[in-house]
């Protein structure tokens, strides 16, 4: 067990800091600032390293531990990017600096767009998006300037797989379109014959993510874009799998107008606990024009071979910023690290370990957890999360069961159309031995499910707290400590 948390660790005089002689004139506080009604805690240096050492071994984190947690991408982050990040010459920069004196930044960010071109098959990329969600609502926005600037202007429509990411609906309806459904079939693939019944003059686009978030790549994507294009719609790739195909197939080869990345999935920079993302977003050139400005280009009246100048260039029928100043620049240094470090090849080489590895603990789980489109995944796969012969267990009871064997959980739940779903993502920074641990524990809860169910109903066993009231928490949280 988790020993109990103490906050009143406050005693009158306690003091870890000696504030530094005063090096300038002396002044009297305003009276308003002066509030004696503040319980600040007094205490020691120490008391505060242990109390905040220990708040952070409370929390589960993929320095901690596997974190296989499906469409999330939790794979390592390489502390190479947190010291790139933290060079004085990107750390200290000023959004407001003059551009000759940021050539540096300029030159990285540049250069980011470009890879990001590369790895994308696109002809712009803008990184101003502060994350997936944020790329979705700023493609779905160029999507529709699209039509417009063409005088098309009766299409309101977004089709969306039901297989999709929540975001992508909600992405829609923010800018001000309507949604249509689209089904998956049998084997998991988007249903083409609906996709036909409903591509017509009112269709702005589809959103599809590829794979999809059942981890499985859509067989009939050349199809699915021919059919869209054929009815003047574009299409919007949710890029947020990009795990399982850099390096492997470019989105925009087959036909994907524009694509969101997310850098902090695919490129490796921390995310959990919200942020911050990044989400730029790649265009065919199609759509360049309608970039959100500004981005970042090389000039070439100010460059030689020796010596580039980059600065920044307003699109002609730009949607507008979407993100004040250039966008989450800390994050874009580290995924820029992160490809340097891997290269083309470590790129894909890393693509093709997530796919072996997702494949691998589904070969050592498919008998145990039904898995509903039991065919070669991508990066992830979707399990179902009850059993025949235990009907009283659910996703839920296993997830919860995990917390006690020192793992994180899948995603459970999503997508939607899985009965029970638990979505599991390795990624490519597991070993086989975490792999073989993480499916000896879930074939053990597996079997626990049959003899011992109500220690999975009440699990977390170990945790520092039980189950809580998810929904209140997320509606109504209580942000502030309150002393009893
Ligand atoms: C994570 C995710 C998103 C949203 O990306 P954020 O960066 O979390 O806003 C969209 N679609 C899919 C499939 C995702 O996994």
Redesign the pocket.
């Known amino acids: 067990m988790t020993e109990p948390l103490i906050y009143e660790l406050s005693a009158p005089g306690r003091t870890g800091v000696k504030p530094p002689r005063l090096d300038v004139p002396e002044a009297e506080l305003p009276d308003s600032m002066l509030r004696d009604d503040l319980p600040l805690p007094e205490v020691s240096e120490i008391d505060v390293v242990r109390h905040f050492v220990r708040l952070s071994q409370l929390n589960y984190a993929i320095d901690k531990g596997m974190y296989p947690l499906g469409?999330?991408t939790m794979k390592y982050n390489p502390k190479v990017n947190e010291v790139a990040a933290r060079l004085p010459g990107f750390a200290n920069l000023h959004p407001l600096q003059d551009e000759s004196t940021v050539q540096g930044a300029l030159y990285l960010m540049h250069t980011l767009q470009e890879y990001l071109k590369a790895i994308g098959g696109f002809a712009g990329v803008t990184l101003q998006p502060a994350?997936?969600?944020?790329g979705?609502l700023t493609g779905v926005l160029m999507m529709r300037r699209y039509h417009q600037a063409r005088g098309d202007m009766q299409r309101d429509t977004i089709l969306v797989p039901d297989s999709s990411?929540g975001?992508?609906p909600a992405s829609t309806s923010m800018s001000g379109l309507q949604v249509v459904q689209l089904p998956s079939d049998a084997r998991g693939n988007v249903d083409l014959d609906a996709l036909r019944a409903h591509a017509n003059e009112r269709v702005v686009g589809l959103m599809i993510?590829n794979p999809n978030?059942l981890g499985l790549f859509e067989e009939n994507i050349v199809e699915v874009v021919r059919i869209v294009h054929e009815c003047g719609g574009l299409v919007y790739g949710?890029g947020?799998?990009m795990n399982a195909l850099m390096g492997v197939m470019r989105p925009g080869d087959v036909g994907i107008d524009v694509m969101h990345f997310?850098l902090?999935?695919t490129f490796s920079t921390p995310h959990g606990g919200g942020g911050p993302?990044s989400?730029p977003v790649g265009v065919a050139a199609s759509l360049a024009d309608y970039l959100p400005g500004p981005v970042v280009i090389l000039d070439p009246e100010h460059s030689d071979d020796d010596h580039p100048y980059f600065t920044f260039y307003q699109p002609p029928q730009s949607i507008g910023p979407v993100k004040s100043f250039w966008g989450h620049f800390g994050v874009m240094v580290r995924a820029y690290t992160y490809i340097r470090m891997l290269g083309g090849a470590g790129l894909r080489e890393a693509a093709e370990h997530a796919v072996l590895n997702a494949n691998y603990l589904r070969s050592q789980l498919r008998d145990v957890y039904p898995i509903p489109y039991d065919r070669l995944c991508k990066h992830e796969f979707v399990a179902e999360g009850h059993f025949a012969d235990a009907p009283d267990i659910r996703a839920l009871d296993i997830g919860k069961r995990l917390i006690d064997f020192g793992v994180h959980p899948p995603t459970y739940y999503f997508p939607l159309i899985v009965h029970e779903a638990l979505m599991i993502e390795p990624t490519e920074t597991e070993s086989r031995q975490t792999l073989d641990a993480y499916a000896a524990i879930l074939r053990q809860i597996a079997e626990e499910a049959r003899t011992q169910p109500d220690l999975l109903h009440e699990a977390p066993h170990s945790a520092p707290v039980r189950r809580l009231d998810e929904v209140t928490a997320a509606r109504k949280p209580v942000l502030r400590y309150q002393r009893s």
């Open positions: 469409s999330c994350a997936g969600a944020h979705e990411h975001t992508n993510t978030t949710d947020a799998n997310n902090h999935k993302g989400g």
